[in-house]
């Protein structure tokens, strides 16, 4: 199941969830106990949106959250920029199929049953739609705030001990990698470009 809930009641709820103005030069954020860059081995774009998915519940299930909470860091909404791109175009419908609209710009409470097919979705929408915002996610219990880049990579802050304890274990029992360097780096192509990734100008 997909809830909404209102921005306005979200920001209520969770005041330190990561947010930022238009400008980018005023951040909220929660204090961290350590932050990690993680990654997936995966041929192409396409098999690594279902891997992602798959990987992340797995990795989920072991802060025993029912859910994840997904917000933008800006009011711009979910559904603001269109895409033709076939895997893109598919995204949107599945949001649009679970009643977010065009102006709903709040969080998505996604429970972990759920959470595979949306992380499909989530991928492409972060990967091309360039004029959207950061995306970050957390767990009802707010021990983590995450977020995927659009190199497909998990950015992940670990908010106290227990919870990073808790993260060394569980990553050994999904496919995630560390990722070396902590440099995000585009890997489905050789030039470097994403394809399809489109801006609203």
């Known amino acids: 199941m997909i809830k909404k809930i209102s921005r ?91 009643k977010v609209s065009k102006s709903f710009n709040g969080a998505l409470k996604v429970d972990l049953n759920d959470l595979p097919e949306f992380m499909k979705h989530f991928f492409w929408l972060v990967r091309c739609n360039a004029s959207l915002p950061y995306f970050n996610f957390s767990d009802v219990g707010f021990n983590i705030v995450g977020s995927i880049c659009q190199y497909g990579n998990l950015h992940l802050s670990i908010l106290n001990e227990e919870t990073d304890k808790v ?13 070396d360097g902590n440099n995000c780096y585009e890997p489905f192509s050789k030039s470097g470009a994403i394809s399809n990734r489109q801006i609203v100008v």
Do not use: C, R
Request: proline share 5%.
């Open 8 to 98: 306005k009641q979200f920001l209520s709820d969770f005041p330190e969830f990561p947010q930022t103005n238009y400008w980018g030069d005023e951040l909220t954020h929660p204090e961290v106990y350590d932050n990690y860059i993680i990654t997936l081995q995966s041929k192409s774009a396409k098999g690594h949106a279902k891997l992602l998915g798959i990987e992340l519940t797995k990795l989920i299930t072991s802060f025993k959250t029912e859910a994840l909470l997904f917000l933008g860091e800006t009011k711009t909404p979910w559904l603001y920029q269109s895409n033709d791109y076939k895997p893109v175009k598919e995204s949107l419908e599945y949001l649009s199929a679970n």
């Open 167 to 179: 993260f060394e274990n569980a990553i050994l029992h999904t496919k995630f990698e560390m990722l």
